[in-house]
């Protein structure tokens, strides 16, 4: 295995979608994956605030033993530039295994529930140096609107990307209520 990164054998998974009533089996879990694979530190009160408005558009990938694997956590909410703006939060797959398309299948599955929901753009921030997620967002669509000099706590810089969905004379100007994006 010359320099290759060692990857796990993929097991069997599953795709579920948040809701209250896992919040017992599953938040310690999220909290636990994203403070060791998320360069931001978020407080309970963030998990809260997204998990507790928006579950039904978090997702959990799940092994065969409901191991926490990967979770996307969204909301979605009237937008000085749209009626409905949808925001990926948080999106993170174990180290071990990337690479396998649970992301990917992750943030579909996101994008569909903001859809359904008439969401009209969706937008995120990554890591500039997170070239990986920046490429399965492009993927999927996201374009690279601006960068975010020295955004993250550790001193690194973030892309914004967004996915427009529907045209923007679609859109209907009316006095809608705005909100900030940033989880904290």
Known sequence: MSGDKEQAALPKLKYVQYSHEKEPLYLTAIRKLIAEELSE????????????????????????????????????????????????AMLVVLKEFRGNGIA????????????????????????????????????????????????????????RLLLPLKAKEDTNSSDETTSQDSPA
């Open 104 to 159: 990917t299948q992750l943030v579909k599955m996101a994008i569909d529930a903001m859809i359904a929901k008439d969401a009209y753009e969706i937008c995120l921030e990554t890591e500039v140096v997170n070239v990986a997620a920046t490429k399965l967002y492009e993927r999927l669509g996201f374009l690279k609107t601006k960068q975010l000099h020295r955004y993250y706590l550790n001193g690194n810089s973030a892309n």
């Open 41 to 88: 530190p978020y407080s309970i009160y963030v998990y809260r605030y997204f998990l507790g408005q928006w579950g039904e558009l978090c997702f959990l990938a799940l092994d065969e033993e409901d191991r926490l694997l990967g979770v996307v956590i969204c909301k979605l909410e009237p937008h000085t530039s749209c009626p409905l703006r949808g925001y990926i």
